[in-house]
């Protein structure tokens, strides 16, 4: 079960529905959408501007997940 607060990463986000379903069941969590994609970033671009300050899509490989998420801040469990 998802709680407020938690950080969900969304290892190949693609378009966004499986992230999108997180974001309207759980208010205050917060996901990162990473796709190798940059087709599939910008189509993420439009949920970040629905869920501003939840959604973040990050631009990188699932096998560069670690160091593109400690770019942004996110070590905590990495």
């Known amino acids: ?24 069941s759980t208010e205050g969590v917060k996901v990162f959408g990473v796709d190798r994609d940059p087709n599939a970033i910008k189509l993420l671009e439009a949920l970040a501007k629905k869920y501003p300050q939840r959604f973040f899509p990050l631009l990188g490989r699932f096998s560069e997940a670690k160091e593109v998420l400690a770019q942004n801040n996110v070590t905590s469990g990495l």
Do not use: P
Request: aromatic share 0%; hydrophobic share 40%; glycine share 16%.
């Open 1 to 24: 079960m998802l709680c407020s607060g938690q950080i969900i990463v969304d290892m190949t986000c693609g378009a966004g529905g499986h992230a999108e379903k997180i974001l309207r």
